[in-house]
Nanobody, 128 residues
């Protein structure tokens, strides 16, 4: 079982930035598409951003386009989600997810979570 570890969440003021990190211990993430999802109270889990195993394809949900960048570094075995201009509506628990199918289509576009490994989640709160 792939174990993902997220870090970087916390409390930030509106307009601020956060960088979330996702890594795995003992397993390379090179062969996984990685996604960031979030779930706010009373709402369904939604895909925020995804990146293919090669890094050549990315996805951003409409509300995050222009203020979010997803990236990955094979040497550090880490995927980052840089979020800028954060809004109170971005408050949620954020989850890292890994899909061995390597492309982002199933996980981020089709909502097919059959083969996904999830991180434990971390809280992001945007508030003044």
């Amino acid at each position: 079982q792939l174990q993902l570890v997220e870090s970087g969440g916390g409390l930030v003021q509106p307009g601020g930035s956060l960088r979330l990190s996702c890594t795995a211990s003992g397993v390379t993430l090179d062969f996984y598409a990685i996604g960031w999802f979030r779930q706010a109270p009373g709402k369904e889990r939604e895909a925020v951003s995804c990146i293919s195993s090669s890094g050549s394809t990315t996805y951003y949900t409409d509300s995050m386009k222009g203020r979010t960048v997803i990236s990955r570094d094979s040497a550090k075995n880490t995927v980052w989600l840089q979020m800028n201009s954060l809004e109170p509506e971005d408050t949620a628990v954020y989850y890292c997810a890994a899909d061995p199918r390597t492309t982002i289509q199933a996980m981020c576009v089709s909502g097919d979570y059959r083969y996904i490994s999830w991180g434990q989640g971390l809280q992001v709160t945007v508030s003044s």
